[in-house]
């Protein structure tokens, strides 16, 4: 099992640029989740979906966007990128009460 | 919602215990987790507990838990090099969101 998987690792983009970062997982979990980390705050929920099909908001949703695309795969999209936006962005997954995280992607807004 | 507080670090010899704290303030949480997080990883689930539990070992592991006082500990024995990481405490109502600290920095003195 390869867990939960992240693309890219790595992203630049400009002010105003348009990104999609992809999440998938192979343990058949329901539940999914994106999370940014920054430097003294932990982590933060952006958004997470309960189920397929289902998304809500997380803490911190604003300027994101999220699909669901099927029981494996659930994707953030930024649809223009801020500054602030600046972050590591986690995806992590859930069986029954233990989450999973993938390795992250490390975005800079420039 | 849940709040996760933490010290942002901790400094301890090799081969000494290390006690990470964190407390929380909704009584209500059920699941309460240690994670660990190396540079340029995601997050790896290193223990959980119940609230209906005061401890819990896992080999070099254990971990407290004060729920009148609404206070988690982690204890780590024989403390290595390699143990050093941002370590995370975590508080879960129901299994479906997660509330995080900012996270403690580990340093190990050889």
């Known amino acids: 099992n390869a867990g939960v998987t992240q693309t890219p690792k790595f992203q630049v983009l400009k002010t105003g640029q348009s990104m999609t970062l992809q999440c998938a997982q192979d343990m058949n979990h329901n539940s999914m989740y994106w999370y940014r980390q920054d430097p003294g705050m932990g982590l933060r929920l952006i958004y997470y979906?309960?189920?397929?099909?289902?998304?809500d908001k997380g803490e911190v949703p604003n300027g994101y966007n999220v699909s669901r695309l099927n029981k494996r795969e659930f994707s953030l999209r930024l649809e223009s990128a801020a500054p602030s936006q600046t972050s590591v962005y986690f995806c992590a997954s859930t069986s029954t009460y233990e989450q999973y995280f993938g390795p992250g992607t490390r975005l800079t807004v420039t | 919602g849940e709040d996760v507080e933490q010290s942002l670090f901790l400094s301890v010899r090799e081969g000494d215990s290390s006690v990470i704290n964190c407390t929380y303030t909704?009584?209500?949480?059920?699941?309460l987790y240690w994670y660990k997080q190396e540079p340029g990883a995601g997050l790896q689930l290193l223990t959980y507990?119940?609230?209906?539990?005061d401890m819990k070992q896992d080999q070099r592991l254990t971990v407290l838990l004060n729920k009148k006082d609404k206070h988690l500990s982690l204890r780590i024995a024989d403390t290595q090099t390699g143990d050093s990481a941002i370590y995370f405490c975590a508080a879960s109502l129901n299994g479906n969101q997660f509330y995080f600290g900012t996270g403690t920095s580990l340093t190990v003195i050889p």
């Open positions: 507990i119940f609230s209906n539990m």
């Open positions: 979906s309960a189920s397929e099909g289902t998304t």
């Open positions: 909704d009584s209500s949480s059920t699941y």
